[in-house]
C-alpha cells in the first residue's frame, strides 16, 4: 500500500523568494511520485513526475523535484516564486505510472506575498 | 483540442435525488477515473475504468454507481444513498504508462 504525507497544509513565501514543498510517501514497492497543481475551481495539473529515471526531475513553470530514497521524500522546489504560483498542490504516489491507485496527499495552499 | 470536458460545472441535489455527472474525453485513453476532493482531505478514488464495459470500485465507492458504454464517457451518479454528497467531483483519464489528466470538476451541493 502506498501513502503520502504532505507536511504543511499551508505555505507562505515572498514573491522571488524560494519555494519548499514537502511530501514524503511510503511505498510497499518502488514508487512511481507526482507533483499536480490546481488553481481555484479547475481540476489538477501535472506539474512533473518522476519515474526511477532520474533522481532530479525538472517540470513546468520552472518546478522541480529530487526523489531521495533514504528520506523517502519528494519535496518540490522552485528558485523564485512568482505572484502566478499561488495555488494549491498536492503530491501523488502509484506503484505504476498508469496505474489506477493513484493516492493523493491532503494538499498544500501556496500563497505568495508581494 | 483534446481534453476531459466535465459537466455541469455547478449541480444541486435535493434530498432523496439521484444525479448524474457527465464526464466525457476526446483523448482516446483507455482509463478513466473518478475522484472526489473535500477541502483538507486532498483527492479519493471513487471508481475506476480500465476498459470499456468495465470498472472497479476504488476506496469511497459506497453511495455511488458509474458506467462505461463507450471509451469516451464514464458518468457517475451519485445515489440517494450517498448521506454527505457535497464536494468538488474531478473526472480524470490516462493511457497506459502515462500520467493521468483531469478535467475542471463539477461542484455539487445539497439544496
Known amino acids: 500500500a502506498q501513502s503520502v504525507t504532505q507536511l504543511g497544509s499551508h505555505v507562505s513565501v515572498s514573491e522571488g523568494a524560494l519555494v519548499l514543498l514537502r511530501c514524503n510517501y511510503s511505498s510497499s514497492v518502488p514508487p512511481y511520485l507526482f507533483w499536480y497543481v490546481q488553481y481555484p475551481n479547475q481540476g489538477l495539473q501535472l506539474l512533473l513526475k518522476?519515474?526511477?529515471?532520474?533522481?532530479l526531475v525538472k517540470g513546468i513553470n520552472g518546478f522541480e523535484a529530487e526523489f531521495k530514497k533514504s528520506e523517502t521524500s519528494f519535496h518540490l522546489t522552485k528558485p523564485s516564486a512568482h505572484m502566478s504560483d499561488a495555488a494549491e498542490y498536492f503530491c501523488?504516489?502509484?506503484?505504476?505510472?498508469?496505474?489506477?491507485?493513484?493516492?493523493f496527499g491532503t494538499g498544500t495552499r501556496l500563497t505568495i506575498i508581494p | 483540442d483534446g481534453g476531459i470536458t466535465q459537466s455541469p460545472k455547478y449541480l444541486f441535489r435535493k434530498e432523496g435525488q439521484n444525479v448524474t455527472l457527465s464526464c466525457e474525453q476526446n483523448l482516446n485513453h483507455d482509463a478513466m477515473y473518478w475522484y472526489r476532493q473535500d477541502p483538507g482531505q486532498g483527492l479519493r478514488l471513487i471508481y475506476y475504468?480500465?476498459?470499456?464495459?468495465?470498472?472497479q470500485k476504488g476506496d469511497i465507492a459506497e453511495g455511488y454507481s458509474v458506467s462505461r458504454e463507450k471509451k469516451e464517457s464514464f458518468p457517475l451518479t451519485v445515489t440517494s444513498a450517498q448521506k454527505n454528497p457535497t464536494a468538488f467531483y474531478l473526472c480524470?483519464?490516462?493511457?497506459?504508462?502515462?500520467?493521468?489528466?483531469f478535467g475542471d470538476g463539477t461542484r455539487l451541493s445539497i439544496l
Open positions: 518522476y519515474t526511477s529515471a532520474a533522481t
Open positions: 475504468s480500465q476498459i470499456v464495459n468495465d470498472f
Open positions: 480524470a483519464s490516462s493511457m497506459a504508462f502515462q500520467p493521468q489528466h
Open positions: 501523488a504516489v502509484s506503484a505504476s505510472i498508469g496505474n489506477e491507485k493513484l493516492t
